[in-house]
């Protein structure tokens, strides 16, 4: 099965569950930036205790690894858990939505893409910049984070709300990565 149709199944499966969900991460940024390989798919899901079940019945063992144990234990310490398609080895990354006012304002603000043929919830290419920056920082200064932040920076500049940027860089601890990116930026 192919990223694609691994993505494509996942959100099907959600949606028809009625499980809200925000794809992030590289997959965000690809799509808003500059595409590049991952092998992995980050979601952000507003999951309960009794979505557990129902989630393990859609994806079978024969084809995936979906652990009920985990999927409890994300949705009780807010933290996340995988879901790994077996023949491709690729996986889906399960963060819980918490009470964090920035995963509460970047829910919120998810947009709906169609994306070859599949609607998709997506994280607003500003909320996609701030997570970049704060995995970033998080991560020791990856420059890998920085430079897909940078990406979609210079790809959707014109249409940022450059306000929400600065305001959340300061309440997030980036504002030095923030000034950064805008510095090295040469918007398309």
């Not at 079940?53 to 807010?78: H, M, V, W």
Request: aromatic share 8%; with cysteine.
């Amino acid at each position: 099965m192919s990223q694609q149709e691994l993505l494509s199944r996942v959100v099907r499966t959600l949606d028809g569950l009625g499980i809200d969900y925000m794809i992030t991460g590289s997959v965000a940024s690809s799509m808003q930036g500059e595409p590049r390989l991952t092998h992995d798919i980050d979601l952000v899901v507003a999951l309960t205790e009794s979505d557990a079940g129902k989630l393990i019945d859609t994806f079978p063992a024969t084809e995936f690894y979906l652990s009920r144990d985990a999927i409890q234990d994300a949705i009780r310490q807010r933290r996340m858990f995988n879901l790994l398609e077996l023949t491709s080895g690729d996986q889906v990354d399960f963060w819980m939505l918490t009470d964090d006012p920035f995963d509460a304002s970047r829910f919120a603000r998810k947009r709906i893409e169609d994306v070859q043929g599949v609607r998709l919830k997506v994280s607003a290419p500003e909320d996609t910049i701030l997570a970049k920056l704060r995995w970033a920082k998080v991560c020791g200064g990856s420059e890998k984070q920085f430079t897909d932040a940078l990406r979609v920076y210079e790809t959707q500049h014109r249409l940022l709300d450059l306000d929400y940027l600065g305001d959340w860089s300061a309440r997030l601890g980036v504002s030095e990565s923030w000034e950064r990116l805008k510095s090295e930026a040469a918007p398309l």
